[in-house]
């Protein structure tokens, strides 16, 4: 039985990793897709995750089941879609290896998810319930996760929420900013970048922030990813911040993912009831730096997540 099961896209990250003679990109294809990102982090961590979405009826496709399988994720819900191809993702590395995106998705296999088939995900009732926005940015997907979302919040799941926004898959960013706040009374755990919590608070401040998201919408903990400046945390009112592990980074693609994946790891690992004491919050999230320090020294989502024992020999 799954401890995390986690919701939404499932796709390829072509990934530019040199240039030809010529000064053509040259691309890997690697498998990605934040929640499918996040099952992998969580899953090599030594926890039992199950993915739910959907990939084309392509060698992409066989490439991302695979991988999920290789990694011990259980993929008994990962459908596939005769018609549309698995999505694909370009993605480009910048001088700071930042990233940006470009989706072939119109439409892709990940967002014809259909409600029957997300339901049927639920069937371990998981301590932990993980989506993104990127489901939320088409149908029949939304209502897809949202249908799965209500229900694991009333079979008293933990709902876990990182919006992985990408503006080119959306209409707008008011309508990607009206949808996910649609979703914000549900979560109890939402992991953020900086500009996101801009994005949707309308300020950089993170005490103001945090605050605004937590107390706004009933959010249990709010942590803000920093990327080299660590990252920053509100929970019950309490409020702090974590350096980064240092690294050498040349990906930073999955980082975020692999640093929620390793705080969900360990939520699984504590015992129910009760508040979580500040210094127990604060060792998780220092696991989760060192986890995520070393996805962004490789190459690759997936293929760059970390075992217990490589994040554990970290000093």
């Excluded at 996760?145 to 209500?150: D, E, I, N, P």
């Excluded at 998780?284 to 986890?291: D, I, L, T, Y």
Aim: with cysteine; aromatic share 8%; hydrophobic share 40%.
């Amino acid at each position: 039985m799954p401890s995390i099961v986690s919701f939404g896209e499932i796709l390829i990250d072509l990934t530019e990793i040199g240039k030809t003679p010529g000064g053509d990109p040259i691309y890997a294809a690697y498998p990605g897709g934040a929640p499918a990102n996040l099952a992998v982090a969580a899953a090599r961590l030594g926890t039992e995750t199950a993915f739910v979405g959907k990939v084309g009826f392509d060698p992409f496709g066989d490439q991302l089941r695979r991988t999920l399988r290789d990694n011990g994720v259980d993929t008994s819900f990962l459908y596939t879609d005769p018609v549309n191809y698995t999505t694909v993702a370009t993605v480009s590395l910048d001088s700071a290896c930042r990233q940006s995106y470009h989706f072939f998705r119109s439409p892709g296999a990940d967002s014809q998810l259909t409600q029957e088939e997300a339901m049927a995900g639920l069937w371990g009732r998981p301590k932990v319930f993980h989506f993104g926005s990127v489901a939320l940015s088409t149908e029949p997907s939304r209502s897809a996760v949202l249908s799965a979302a209500a229900m694991a919040h009333r079979l008293g799941a933990l709902i876990s929420f990182s919006p992985s926004y990408r503006d080119s898959l959306w209409p707008s960013q008011a309508d990607a900013i009206f949808n996910i706040r649609q979703v914000l009374p549900m979560c109890d755990l939402i992991r953020l970048t900086a500009c996101e919590l801009e994005m949707l608070t309308g300020t950089s401040d993170l005490d103001k922030g945090t605050e605004q998201i937590t107390s706004g919408f009933g959010i249990l903990l709010c942590i803000v990813t920093l990327g080299s400046e660590g990252s920053y945390y509100r929970y019950r009112g309490k409020s702090g911040r974590i350096p980064a592990h240092p690294c050498e980074p040349v990906d930073l693609n999955g980082a975020g993912d692999s640093f929620f994946g390793a705080i969900l790891a360990r939520l699984c690992e504590i015992d129910d009831g009760g508040e979580m004491p500040i210094p127990v919050l604060e060792d998780m999230m220092h696991f989760a730096s060192k986890a995520a320090s070393i996805t962004c020294s490789r190459h690759g989502a997936m293929p760059a997540m970390p075992t217990r024992e490589e994040v554990e020999q970290l000093p």
